[in-house]
């Protein structure tokens, strides 16, 4: 397309057992100039909900006329895990963002990851990826891919640099084939309005940067690079009592504190008392509020500040 334009469709997978289909929603926004394709994905993960409203909102306030390129949207990426707000596809318990490139012939996780892979992916020329820190939890970062400015670009304070990616993730996909990627976590739990809108804000930034937008492309803060995060999972499932509130998230926690203790709620026995693990604690991922944890779950990600690359 040549003129400023919108389309959506509705991409076919299969079939449920009752009958109804499963489809992905594909939003494509044709800007009045040329330039690259951007593709922008959200709930991945179905208890990740704050992505599809960020990309609403990104898709309400992009002006078509001044955009040059194209932008794909894919606001609900698994919607049978956000129909029952799971991480996991409900249907085969498979995580869709561990499966990339999908088999069409597969579970049906699989089977959704080759439609995304096919159908989305392989089309763009550049990726954004939100995620967050699920139902209960918030977390607030961004991983450093194969485009360390489009990273640095989204304007978060604190990036991290693995040493040892996840595999069959979409930006394991993506970036194998050239495409600079960035995959945001930001937000979850409460779902503040706050972090809705920094999400807006770093999708923006980082279409100026691309050039897809007119304007100067906004410095980015002070920026801490972690190449060392310590996720901590109860061992011990019941009430989880946190030791700070969400407002702890991006904050320092010097040398060994509590961080939250579980009891049994029918014998009020304290199970497990969770600690900080280093000198210097950043919080990137927390719970901040009472509720029942099972063993396993996430309970927080704590960044190593003495191994950081700081500015």
Same mark, same amino acid.
């Given at each position: 397309?040549?003129?400023?334009?919108?389309?959506?469709?509705?991409?076919?997978?299969?079939?449920?057992?009752?009958?109804?289909?499963?489809?992905?929603?594909?939003?494509?926004?044709?800007?009045?100039?040329?330039?690259?394709?951007?593709?922008? @994905?959200?709930?991945?993960?179905?208890?990740?909900?704050?992505?599809?409203?960020?990309?609403?909102?990104?898709?309400?306030?992009?002006?078509?006329?001044?955009?040059?390129?194209?932008?794909?949207?894919?606001?609900?990426?698994?919607?049978?895990?956000?129909?029952?707000?799971?991480?996991?596809?409900?249907?085969?318990?498979?995580?869709?963002?561990?499966?990339?490139?999908?088999?069409?012939?597969?579970?049906?996780?699989?089977?959704?990851?080759?439609?995304?892979?096919?159908?989305?992916?392989?089309?763009?020329?550049?990726?954004?990826?939100?995620?967050?820190?699920?139902?209960?939890?918030?977390?607030?970062?961004?991983?450093?891919?194969?485009?360390?400015?489009?990273?640095?670009?989204?304007?978060?304070?604190?990036?991290?640099?693995? @040493?040892?990616?996840?595999?069959?993730?979409?930006?394991?996909?993506?970036?194998?084939?050239?495409?600079?990627?960035?995959?945001?976590?930001?937000?979850?739990?409460?779902?503040?309005?706050?972090?809705?809108?920094?999400?807006?804000?770093?999708?923006?930034?980082?279409?100026?940067?691309?050039?897809?937008?007119?304007?100067?492309?906004?410095?980015?803060?002070?920026?801490?690079?972690?190449?060392?995060?310590?996720?901590?999972?109860?061992?011990?499932?019941?009430?989880?009592?946190?030791?700070?509130?969400?407002?702890?998230?991006?904050?320092?926690?010097?040398?060994?504190?509590?961080?939250?203790?579980?009891?049994?709620?029918?014998?009020?026995?304290?199970?497990?008392?969770?600690?900080?693990?280093?000198?210097?604690?950043?919080?990137?991922?927390?719970?901040?509020?009472?509720?029942?944890?099972?063993?396993?779950?996430?309970?927080?990600?704590?960044?190593?500040?003495?191994?950081?690359?700081?500015?």
């Amino acid at each position: 397309m040549n003129a400023a334009a919108r389309t959506y469709r509705e991409i076919p997978v299969t079939h449920l057992s009752n009958g109804m289909k499963v489809t992905l929603p594909l939003h494509t926004i044709y800007g009045k100039k040329a330039g690259p394709v951007l593709g922008l @994905s959200a709930v991945i993960h179905g208890d990740e909900i704050i992505g599809a409203e960020i990309l609403r909102r990104v898709y309400e306030r992009l002006n078509e006329e001044e955009l040059s390129g194209t932008v794909m949207i894919m606001p609900v990426a698994n919607p049978l895990a956000f129909e029952s707000l799971t991480r996991n596809t409900p249907l085969d318990m498979n995580n869709l963002n561990r499966v990339f490139p999908g088999d069409p012939q597969g579970w049906i996780t699989e089977q959704m990851a080759h439609v995304i892979s096919t159908q989305f992916l392989d089309k763009l020329d550049a990726y954004i990826d939100l995620h967050a820190g699920g139902a209960v939890p918030i977390v607030d970062y961004v991983y450093i891919q194969n485009d360390e400015a489009l990273s640095r670009a989204f304007n978060f304070p604190v990036l991290y640099r693995p @040493s040892h990616p996840y595999e069959g993730t979409t930006a394991t996909y993506t970036t194998a084939k050239g495409i600079p990627s960035v995959t945001v976590e930001v937000g979850g739990g409460p779902n503040f309005e706050r972090d809705v809108e920094r999400g807006v804000s770093g999708i923006f930034n980082c279409m100026r940067h691309l050039k897809m937008l007119p304007g100067d492309v906004e410095p980015a803060p002070k920026q801490v690079v972690m190449t060392e995060i310590r996720i901590i999972r109860p061992t011990q499932g019941g009430i989880m009592v946190p030791a700070f509130d969400f407002s702890a998230v991006g904050s320092v926690i010097e040398g060994e504190q509590v961080l939250a203790r579980t009891y049994n709620p029918q014998t009020f026995e304290e199970l497990e008392v969770i600690r900080t693990p280093y000198k210097r604690n950043l919080v990137i991922l927390m719970r901040g509020l009472l509720h029942k944890v099972n063993p396993g779950d996430y309970g927080f990600m704590i960044g190593n500040l003495d191994t950081a690359e700081e500015e």
